[in-house]
């Protein structure tokens, strides 16, 4: 009996022998390494958001006219830049008049003042009534304020003149022309639709109860179709709709090359921070036995550990078990790892791509 149980284990015995050294064997594997680090992680999780514009601004006409001039769709505009010229014609004309009325009142207002002097030195010396005084006062007192009016009625012209020729308030993109050249338009009619691309943020609904977990300059995860990035919160808005019971967050998109209007998901903490020791979640090998690690030892060959995940924010994702802060994780490469396989650390991804050394 002894000798039937001692035989299979011999050849067991052989067997893993055989297998360590064929494993040791390998030629060494290509990887990248990250450091386990401990860190404070909060719970979170993953809710809509959008790509928006700070200013997203309808620019309207302020004076009637024609359009003789609009810029193209696409156009990048800085502030100050001219985007739609409307047809002054009318407005020079009515200038011309308004100056020449101003030259009338002023003539008028003129000798009115010489004649209030006039009769003021008649007056002294009883040559002239008072009433006649009193009437040439109130006339240039009249003249005076009809010149006033004709000044400020030149100065008005001048200002729509100014305001037809329409000028972008910001550095922004024309992303739509809601007017055409030719058109005649109305004060306050729309004219381009302009929106500023330099100052992008990320405009979030997150439920009310994560408010406390919150504040403003922390850094949230974003995950897009066109990337990965992270955020500082610029903005908290803790007033939530009845219905949906979401708050606004706004984070600062400014560093983020993404378009407006893009959809993306942000990672919203919904618990209390909490000190683990977390990997990047590209560490994680999951099979059908369960989820592990690989971990680069002293002698540079990979040891396979089982862990279990727990709280997870962002890229990083707490693990439970035998792994401390400073291990290096292997996050690229162990999908062909074999437990014991000598490995090589590559610093650079177009390295381990290329199987350089």
């Excluded at 209030?116 to 304020?145: G, H, I, P």
């Excluded at 691309?197 to 922390?218: C, D, F, H, W």
Aim: hydrophobic share 40%; proline share 5%; with cysteine.
């Amino acid at each position: 009996m002894s000798n039937k149980l001692t035989l299979p284990l011999i050849l067991l015995l052989i067997t893993w022998c055989i297998n360590s050294n064929l494993v040791r064997a390998m030629p060494p594997a290509n990887v990248n390494v990250v450091l386990a680090k401990q860190m404070l992680l909060s719970p979170s999780g993953w809710v809509s958001g959008l790509i928006v514009s700070p200013n997203n601004s309808e620019i309207a006409s302020e004076v009637s006219g024609r359009i003789i001039e609009l810029a193209e769709l696409g156009t990048t505009v800085t502030k100050g830049d001219i985007i739609a010229r409307i047809d002054d014609s009318r407005l020079q004309l009515r200038l011309a008049e308004a100056r020449s009325v101003v030259v009338s009142e002023k003539a008028r207002y003129n000798f009115l003042e010489s004649e209030v002097k006039r009769v003021q030195a008649l007056a002294k010396r009883n040559l002239s009534a008072k009433t006649d005084l009193d009437r040439l006062a109130s006339e240039r007192d009249v003249a005076r304020s009809e010149y006033l009016q004709s000044q400020s009625r030149v100065e008005q012209i001048l200002l729509d003149i100014a305001f037809s020729k329409l000028k972008a308030p910001f550095d922004g993109l024309v992303s739509q022309r809601l007017s055409n050249v030719g058109e005649f338009v109305q004060s306050g009619t729309g004219i381009i639709q302009l929106v500023e691309t330099n100052n992008n943020e990320v405009s979030v609904s997150a439920p009310i109860t994560s408010y406390p977990y919150l504040k403003q300059g922390m850094s949230l995860a974003i995950e897009s179709p066109m990337g990965n990035a992270m955020a500082p919160v610029i903005s908290l808005i803790p007033v939530a709709e009845n219905r949906s019971h979401l708050m606004e967050i706004r984070l600062d998109a400014s560093n983020i090359s993404w378009p407006v209007g893009l959809k993306v998901k942000v990672a919203v903490p919904n618990d209390p921070s909490k000190d683990v020791v977390a990997i990047p979640r590209g560490g994680l090998v999951l099979r059908r036995e369960g989820i592990s690690v690989f971990k680069v030892g002293s002698d540079n060959t990979a040891e396979q550990v089982s862990i279990r995940v727990g709280i997870g924010a962002g890229e990083f994702v707490e693990v439970i078990g035998p792994i401390t802060s400073g291990d290096q994780i292997i996050v690229r490469g162990a999908e062909r790892i074999q437990p014991g396989q000598m490995v090589n650390i590559i610093e650079s991804n177009d390295r381990l791509i290329s199987g350089k050394k």
